[in-house]
């Protein structure tokens, strides 16, 4: 027994040395790690050959420039990281080269094998760089530890361009010690000046997302500045490289059969069968020079895209906003984005041909764009409502530039004219600008002179003729007429780590139309202003609280009230699953259709979680009472909005989404609306080329099924193999006011596109 007490006694004194020599070199370290801002680092070039295979035993990586000391920018601020990460960067004749060690408990690690650009919430690393160091435009090269590629070009107006794409290489590999990982960026892929020696903006970032979405960077950021891309680090010494050149032809060869249902219920019903149809597409593009890029398509063919999910439009009066997700249309889509939705590429509707000039040099971008539309969307914007008819061929140009002025400064214009076919067009003049004051203060705007020369054909707007604009007798009817019309913004902004906020005036005068912008009313001057205040808590539950106020007002030119709007909001980020809860409180006074609506309301509560690395979600419930201006009355509304993500496999993912919205007449309690819109979309990778997508959805408000299957088997972002259908449904009432569901409509089609590079 008194061998065992002193045993145990040893051990105890051994146990507490142990701690306290551990609990003073954690001291000594927390003591001695100090961030570094814009760091610097000179890179060699490579003697051998690399071979991006993820495993990073290639001599060259032995001499390459080590980049380290990596700083924790979020949730932390410029504190030391959990764990340790280094990046090299080597370069060849041909290559920029990256590679990065991230150490960690292997078991910890997330990644899902997915298409490129589809990865989310995983561990990644990334690597950014400003080739021109004038902080208005920057690549973003991202990789998962399954070596799956994500490609950005970020710019100073429009954020990131999720839809930029490059040719450029990747591996990785999970080991004992973490994951590592190698990039190959071609220099022919990319654009920088063409000089001996490069000097550029860089900066590697890992994001490690656990209990709380962490991000790594080498170089520490200061949160009272708001430019970001001003305080990356800088990398010199790449000598004699030449940016990208020469030519790529992107052909396709499209084949496509359909079917639609027609006459149903009577003796004529029939499902009406296409002949199989084939065809080509044609794209190309040029590298005029290292700064100046020319593309082009003809016929371009998107039904591989997928389908819009379906929005709620039971209340709405004007028309709705569809994101961007054909490609040609994507890439290079920052340099033409303005504060006003100047240039809405959706309002290129069915291209017959596309051309696309842009031009990214020392601090100057450009960018023009010429189109021929075979069906043109022609909106008409109005006080409380919009129209969206069809008026058949038209030709759109656009031009836009832009000029970085300093650090962080930028001015511009931009130039449309759409001339349609019947006769018509809608011509715009901008000047736009960003100017920073201060570290944490700038000023920004746009003013917009339109002018409208209407078509001459009353058919193709009858009913509408009495709808006036203004009180002159311009009316929204095709009549000949032509006006001009003016918009103009200013904002304030000041961005910080603490204390933000935004003033905000912005107004579109009655006749301002834009035909190939999106601005769906018109009449109103808006004042606004939005105050945020973040508080950092150190330690507890609550990794993030930040209170919010909005109060805004829009009246027309002739003064009179549209709306005042004013929302208190709580929003708090906590350190567990990711989660966020925000909770809102909105008050509302509104002028419809010259009736007054007062005590307008609704709370709002939006939360969600990754709650692993299996099971995501966000939630959004509203309830209130609001303006139900199809029937003129005010409404009790409740809404919900479900959203999951579901990958019981690192190649399987299930992202099933419900929305529901329901209106009863406050007074009566009679039910105004009362639907929903199912989505469920299916991912399945079998390998990084070969893939399977399922869209499902169901609207409940217009009784439609769509059913949409896509394969894909992806070579690189460019060539690809696409086979797919689409189903669409319908509960169709027959003469007899019988109801059957119906296969309404059909389509098989198949796209093989390869990209040729000289």
């Known amino acids: 027994m008194k061998t065992a007490k002193t045993f145990s006694g040893g051990c105890l004194v051994l146990w507490v040395i142990g701690s306290l020599l551990l609990l003073s070199s954690s001291i000594l370290a927390s003591k001695t790690f100090e961030p570094v801002f814009t760091p610097e680092l000179d890179v060699s070039r490579a003697k051998e050959a690399v071979k991006v295979d993820g495993h990073l035993n290639d001599r060259a990586w032995r001499n390459a420039s080590k980049a380290v000391n990596f700083v924790e920018r979020s949730p932390g601020d410029k504190?030391?990281?959990?764990?340790?990460?280094?990046?090299?960067?080597?370069?060849?004749?041909?290559?920029?080269?990256?590679?990065?060690?991230?150490?960690?408990?292997?078991?910890?690690?997330?990644?899902?094998?997915?298409?490129?650009?589809?990865?989310?919430?995983?561990?990644?690393?990334?690597?950014?760089?400003?080739?021109?160091?004038?902080?208005?435009?920057?690549?973003?090269?991202?990789?998962?530890?399954?070596?799956?590629?994500?490609d950005r070009l970020w710019s100073s107006i429009a954020g990131e361009d999720a839809g930029f794409d490059l040719i450029w290489h990747s591996a990785a590999q999970i080991t004992d010690s973490g994951y590592q990982v190698e990039i190959a960026v071609p220099f022919s892929s990319m654009r920088f000046p063409n000089k001996d020696v490069q000097n550029w903006r860089i900066d590697f970032w890992r994001d490690r997302p656990r209990e709380s979405y962490n991000q790594y960077s080498w170089a520490a950021y200061n949160r009272d500045d708001q430019c970001w891309v001003c305080q990356w680090g800088t990398i010199q010494g790449i000598r004699?490289?030449?940016?990208?050149?020469?030519?790529?032809?992107?052909?396709?060869?499209?084949?496509?059969?359909?079917?639609?249902?027609?006459?149903?219920?009577?003796?004529?019903?029939?499902?009406?069968?296409?002949?199989?149809?084939?065809?080509?597409?044609?794209?190309?593009?040029?590298?005029?020079s290292s700064d100046l890029t020319l593309e082009a398509t003809y016929n371009p063919d998107f039904s591989q895209i997928e389908a819009d999910a379906a929005q709620i439009d039971v209340n709405s009066t004007i028309a709705l906003f569809y994101p961007e997700r054909r490609p040609f249309f994507q890439e290079g889509s920052d340099i033409f984005r303005t504060l006003f939705n100047s240039f809405y590429t959706r309002t290129v509707n069915d291209p017959q041909f596309a051309a696309k000039l842009t031009g990214r040099m020392n601090g100057t971008s450009i960018g023009f764009l010429s189109a021929l539309d075979e069906n043109t969307p022609y909106m008409i914007p109005m006080d409380e409502r919009s129209f969206i008819l069809n008026s058949g061929k038209s030709v759109t140009n656009v031009l836009r530039g832009t000029r970085s002025v300093g650090d962080d400064s930028q001015l511009g214009f931009i130039v449309s004219?759409?001339?349609?076919?019947?006769?018509?067009?809608?011509?715009?003049?901008?000047?736009?600008?960003?100017i920073s004051l201060s570290r944490t203060l700038s000023i920004d705007?746009?003013?917009?002179?339109?002018?409208?020369?209407?078509?001459?054909?009353?058919?193709?707007?009858?009913?509408?003729?009495?709808?006036?604009?203004?009180?002159?007798?311009?009316?929204?009817?095709?009549?000949?007429?032509?006006?001009?019309?003016?918009?103009?913004?200013?904002?304030?902004?000041?961005?910080?780590?603490a204390w933000d906020f935004t003033i905000d005036y912005n107004q579109v005068s009655e006749t301002y139309r834009t035909q190939v912008g999106y601005d769906p009313l018109s009449d109103y001057r808006n004042y606004s202003v939005w105050n945020s205040y973040t508080v950092y808590p150190e330690k507890g539950l609550l990794e993030r609280i930040n209170p919010q106020l909005y109060i805004a007002r829009r009246e027309g030119f002739d003064g009179t009230k549209r709306w005042v709007d004013v929302n208190l909001s709580l929003n708090n980020q906590l350190r567990y699953a990711?989660?966020?809860?925000?909770?809102?409180?909105?008050?509302?006074?509104?002028?419809?259709?010259?009736?007054?609506?007062?005590?307008?309301?609704?709370?709002?509560?939006?939360?969600?979680?990754?709650?692993?690395?299996?099971?995501?979600?966000?939630?959004?419930?509203?309830?209130?009472?609001?303006?139900?201006?199809?029937?003129?009355?005010?409404?009790?509304?409740?809404?919900?909005?479900?959203?999951?993500?579901?990958?019981?496999?690192?190649?399987?993912?299930?992202?099933?989404?419900?929305s529901y919205y329901r209106s009863k007449d406050a007074q009566t309690g009679e039910e105004l609306y009362d639907g929903y819109i199912m989505r469920t979309r299916l991912r399945y990778q079998a390998n990084k080329e070969?893939?399977?997508?399922?869209?499902?959805?169901?609207?409940?408000?217009?009784?439609?099924?769509?059913?949409?299957?896509?394969?894909?088997?992806?070579?690189?972002?460019?060539?690809?193999?696409?086979?797919?259908?689409?189903?669409?449904?319908?509960?169709?009432?027959?003469?007899?006011?019988?109801?059957?569901w119906k296969l309404t409509s059909r389509q098989f089609f198949l796209k093989l596109q390869y990209l040729f590079q000289t």
């Open 79 to 150: 504190t030391k990281p959990a764990v340790e990460t280094e990046a090299y960067i080597t370069y060849d004749d041909d290559h920029l080269y990256v590679a990065f060690f991230c150490y960690d408990n292997p078991a910890d690690i997330r990644a899902t094998m997915c298409q490129r650009d589809q990865f989310s919430g995983d561990d990644a690393v990334a690597v950014m760089i400003d080739t021109y160091g004038d902080a208005s435009w920057a690549y973003e090269f991202l990789v998962n530890p399954y070596g799956v590629q994500k």
């Open 240 to 288: 004699d490289v030449q940016p990208g050149k020469g030519l790529e032809i992107l052909p396709s060869i499209i084949g496509n059969q359909s079917g639609t249902l027609s006459n149903y219920g009577t003796a004529d019903e029939s499902f009406d069968e296409s002949e199989i149809d084939g065809e080509i597409s044609l794209g190309a593009k040029y590298s005029i």
């Open 417 to 434: 004219d759409r001339r349609f076919d019947g006769g018509g067009s809608g011509t715009i003049l901008a000047l736009d600008g960003d």
């Open 445 to 497: 705007g746009q003013f917009i002179a339109s002018h409208t020369a209407e078509p001459d054909d009353s058919v193709a707007t009858e009913g509408l003729e009495n709808v006036l604009l203004d009180d002159d007798g311009t009316n929204a009817a095709f009549d000949g007429e032509s006006y001009w019309g003016n918009a103009f913004i200013a904002r304030i902004r000041r961005n910080a780590r």
């Open 578 to 658: 990711q989660t966020y809860v925000n909770v809102s409180y909105h008050t509302r006074s509104e002028i419809f259709r010259s009736v007054e609506f007062d005590d307008l309301w609704d709370v709002d509560l939006f939360m969600g979680s990754r709650l692993s690395e299996k099971i995501g979600y966000n939630l959004h419930l509203e309830y209130g009472r609001g303006v139900a201006r199809n029937f003129m009355v005010t409404g009790d509304e409740t809404s919900a909005e479900l959203s999951l993500n579901l990958k019981p496999m690192d190649r399987v993912i299930i992202e099933p989404d419900l």
């Open 690 to 740: 070969l893939s399977l997508r399922l869209v499902v959805q169901y609207d409940d408000f217009y009784q439609r099924w769509d059913i949409d299957p896509l394969l894909t088997y992806r070579l690189s972002s460019f060539s690809v193999f696409y086979l797919g259908s689409t189903y669409d449904y319908g509960n169709v009432v027959d003469p007899a006011d019988r109801e059957e």
